[in-house]
Every structure is written in C-alpha cells, then in structure tokens.
C-alpha cells in the first residue's frame, strides 16, 4: 500500500509539501507529471496534473527518494506545491482516485522509519517532540535524543545484561561444570554497574518530562486574595474571570506560558474554604488535587486577613511561595512567624513587586530544570521499563546468590527485555499505535 499526506501545515502557505511513500510512488509520479522519474535528491520543476482528465493542478517541484535511501526506508517523494487549500485539495483528490494508494495515518511516515530499521523508538519520540516544542529547552531536548546518546546507553547497559545472560546460560547448560571465578567476578560487577547507573538516570527528579509537559504551577488560596488578577498578569492576557463576589472561579483554569525558555503550565484554581455548594466544593477538591500534582505552589493570601487554616498551612511547603497580596492595603507589620516563610508582598492592582515574584519562580524553575547527566527520560513509558529492569536486576542478584541460576536466568531476560522495549530492541507492537497516533498526519 502506499501512502500520502499533506506534511506542512494546514492552512495558507507559500509552499505546501505532500509527501508519497510506497512501491507504487515512482509510479504516481508518472502519472502525476507525465514525465519520467527525477533524478535522485535534486528538486525538479514539473507540471503537476489531475491525473485523469490531464488537467493542470500547479506547477511545482518534485524531490525523489529511491529506497531505502530516504526517510521511511520505502521509494518516496515529496511534491512542494503552493500552499492554498485548493491546490491541496485537488492534489490529494487525484491521489486517492489511484488503486492501492490511501491518506497516511498519524505518524505512519515515522512508524514505518522505525519499522524499516531507519530509527530506533526513541528517536521517533524525539521527532514527535521536535515538530511539538515550544520552547528552546523543549527543542534542545529533543535534539539531544535524536542525536542518539540516550539509545546508546540504554544499547550498551542491555548489551552489559546479554553478555550476563550468556555467561547464566552456560551454567545451566553445563551443570556440572563450575563457573571460573573471574566469570563470577564479571556476572556480580556488571550487574551491579547497571543497578548503579540504571538508579542514577531514575533518580533525575523527573527534569525530562517536565521538559516535555511543562513545569505545572498551581496557584492557591483562600477567595478572594487575587489568584486570578495573577493569572491575568503574568499571562498578560484575561484568562480568568475576575470578580469581587467570592468563588468565582469553580473549575481549574489553565494556561501555557513560556517563561525564560522554559515551558511553564499555570492553573488558577477554586478559592479554598468552607462551603456547602456543591459545586464549589468539588471545586475546592480539585484544587486540592492539582496542589498535590504541581511542581510549585503560588499561596495567595490577603494581607488584610492572615488567618490560616490548616489546609493553608499544609499547602506552604519546601515547593511553596507565599505570595501575600493587596500589599498597598496592609496597615501593619506581619507576623514575623509568616516573614520566617518564603514570601513576598505583591500588589498587583499597584503593580508592586510582582518582578521579585517572577525572579522567586524563576530561580525555582532553574533548580529544578538541573541535571547532571545527559540522559533524559522524558516519558512516563521509559520510567516504568527501567524500573521493571530494576526490580528484575536485583531479583536476579538474590537468586544468583543461592544458585538458583534457572530462575535468575529468567529474571534476567526479563530485565534485558524491559531495557530493549526502550529502544525497539523487542517485539514491541503493542506499544507502537500510543506512540505514534500522537504524530500529526503526514509525519
């Protein structure tokens, strides 16, 4: 079967480009221009025509990529056309009158790269990543992965286990023969260098897939403190609604912002309180909830009223800013029990000090974008594998101690697999319509 999509954006352009994949490209090409093939990788101007009547469509160029030198591993072209919806249209119309030739599903063009052997799984998440970025960290990360350091670990800690396994293998096959004891040696550092350095990767504080989603900021606080005035502000936009009327806000209001580079995710939530709308408190609980699930906590109190509740102080944790607001109203000294907290005096109907609030959540997003290493998870998927790898690994050292070498050998090809299921070392089928029906269509 072969394939086509419309692979820029959709929309008025100046170039569209619609890319064919399949052995039956050369031929669409033909028909398409009524001229033979291009010459290979070198942009050609041809007419471009509706393929039964003849009919000019545009004038346009034609790049051909013989297999399995090109993207997909297949014989590929891409057609650039002028970008209008009707050239699109009339292209893709001719296409799809031809037998044995259909639209490209999400991803298709990358899964079939993968399928091809021209890109291992992580790198086709990375492209997914790359034509997703927003922000320049976003965009370094992927081409970070793409560049194949991560798959190159996660190669080499698996080729570490195969060699293990080889030597386990061997015991079980030859009973009755005993294990050098520098074989021993081998089998006890090598698993205990991949437990090491598999624990280290695990232990990132998550940086990757922060990068990824975005930095999540809650803000929070009692009704009425000002939580959506500061969602307006720093999005410099009306997102939220702002009233005088307590419990305005009922649902979570979110918005995406770029804050020095970094992708930052911003929720104004339901003003926390006693209620017996039920409504509002199921407001209430969800706030509670994204408190739990944010990287930072905005508590937004009013400096008038400074009573806290329990559930506000449970809030003010090592990942909290007080932001203590209406400042211009205040008519005495705080508590110097709440100075002792990481705070500061905002007002944002006068505009003061909202700078030194922004440079606080500023730092905190340096803290936390930190690595040491360049090897990023940046998927919930990868955590688990290297995980499971872990739990196995060390099942493996508890049975290898008490000779039960049938049993570790399992545990070990178990742990061999959860690291091959990263890279697409494995037969890893069921896996691969979640990750690439997240790619756009002619990708």
Known sequence: MTIYALSSGPGISGVAVIRISGKETSSIIRLLTGKAIPKPRVATLRNINKINTSEPIDEGLILWFPGPESYTGEDMAEIQVHGSKAVVDALHSSLSNIENCRLAEPGEFTKLAFQNGKIDLLKAESIADLISSETEIQRQQAIKTMNGKSAYQFNFLREKLLKILSHVE????????????????????????????????????????????????AILGPT?????????????????????????????????????????????????????????????KLSLNRAEEADLKLVVVDAKIL?????????????????????DLLEKDIDPEIIKTNHV????????????????????????????????ITRERHRQHLQQCLNHLNNFNQKKEIEDYDKAAEDLRLATRHLGMIVGKVDVEEILGSIFNDFCIGK
Do not use: C
Request: aromatic share 4%; charged share 35%; glycine share 4%.
């Open 170 to 217: 061997a015991k079980i096959d030859f009973p009755d023969e005993d294990l050098p004891n520098n074989i021993l040696d081998q089998i006890k550092n090598s698993s205990d260098e991949v437990i090491i350095k598999i624990k280290k990767i695990l232990d990132d504080q998550k940086v990757g897939e922060r990068i990824r989603e975005g930095f999540k900021i």
């Open 224 to 284: 009425n403190a000002g939580k959506s005035s500061l969602i307006n502000y720093l999005s410099n936009r009306d997102v939220a609604i702002v009233s005088e009327i307590a419990g305005t806000t009922r649902d979570v209001i979110e918005t995406h912002l770029n804050i020095d580079g970094y992708p930052v995710i911003i929720s104004d939530t339901a003003g926390i309180r006693e209620s017996k709308d039920e409504i509002e408190k199921k407001g209430i």
């Open 307 to 327: 009573d806290f509740t329990d559930i506000l102080k449970g809030l003010l944790d090592e990942n909290a800013i007080l932001v203590i607001n209406k400042s």
């Open 345 to 376: 005096l905002i007002s944002i109907k006068e505009n003061k000090n909202i700078e030194e609030l922004i440079l606080k959540i500023k730092n905190n997003l340096k803290n936390k974008f930190i690595s040491s290493d360049d090897i990023l």
